[in-house]
Structures are given as structure tokens and as C-alpha cells.
């Protein structure tokens, strides 16, 4: 897990440096740049399946978005509206892991169904316990 966390973080710094250019030159000044933010952040956590590399990108394009795409002058501030576009970093970045790692937990929910466990009932219980 290591070895493509090393490829992941760089990873997500590059989508966080080129969903904020994208957004800077085609779309306008508002929240839409900041909900282009949330979508490649959603993207990028579903894609890399690691909740450490959705939360570092999320952190790095909270960063990106509010230093240049909301306050315009490369001034990283932290307000009320700040903490609350923060929040909200943090929170497509945990949807996102989850969407990756869905489908793998449910498949591995449905293994274990499957083959259910057998019980081993200790033979030094009463009876009525064992039942």
C-alpha cells in the first residue's frame, strides 16, 4: 500500500493544480469553479481507493480553490466560509473513497456470506448455553 501511496499523492497534487488552472481560464468567477473543484476531488478519491490520498487531495484543492480560484490574490485565509468549503473538501473526498472501495467490500461482504462461519460452542458451557 506504500509503494502506490508514493504515486498517489503526487497524483492527486497534479489533479488539484490542473482542475484549478482548468477552472481559472474557462469557467467564471463564482461557485462553479468551486463545485469543479468538489467534482475532480470526487473523481480523483473514487479513482485512487485510498482514504489518505482523498484527504490530502481534498486538503491540496481546498488550497488551490480558496488561495486562487475565491480570494484571486494566492491569500489562503480561513474564515467561516472558508472552514465551511473546507468541510465540504473533506466530505466529497470520504464520498469518494467510499464509491472506490464499494465495490470491493461488497464483494467481499457477499465471500463471507457465502461461506458462513462455522460456530465452535466450548464444551465446558452448561447446556442450556450451548443451545
Known amino acids: 500500500m506504500r509503494e502506490r501511496l508514493q504515486y498517489l499523492l503526487p497524483a492527486g497534487f497534479a489533479v488539484s493544480i490542473v ?6 481560464l ?11 473543484m468538489l467534482v475532480a476531488v470526487v473523481a480523483f478519491a473514487t479513482w ?5 490520498a482523498a484527504m490530502a487531495t481534498a486538503a491540496m484543492a481546498w488550497m488551490f480553490t480558496t488561495g486562487f480560484l475565491v480570494n484571486g490574490t494566492a491569500e489562503l485565509t480561513i474564515t467561516g466560509t472558508d472552514a465551511w468549503r473546507l468541510a465540504a473538501f473533506a466530505a466529497v473526498g470520504l464520498v469518494g473513497w467510499a464509491c472506490g472501495i ?3 467490500v461488497a464483494k467481499t461482504g ?11 460452542v466450548p464444551h465446558h458451557l452448561p447446556a442450556a448455553l450451548r443451545h
Do not use: Q, Y
Not at 485512487?48 to 489518505?52: C, E, G, Q
Open 19 to 24: 482542475a484549478c488552472s482548468v477552472a481559472a
Open 48 to 52: 485512487a481507493r485510498s482514504f489518505t
Open 102 to 104: 464499494l465495490p470491493s
Open 26 to 36: 474557462l469557467l467564471p468567477v463564482g461557485a462553479v469553479r468551486v463545485v469543479a
Open 110 to 120: 457477499l465471500r463471507t456470506l457465502r461461506t458462513r462461519p462455522v460456530i465452535h
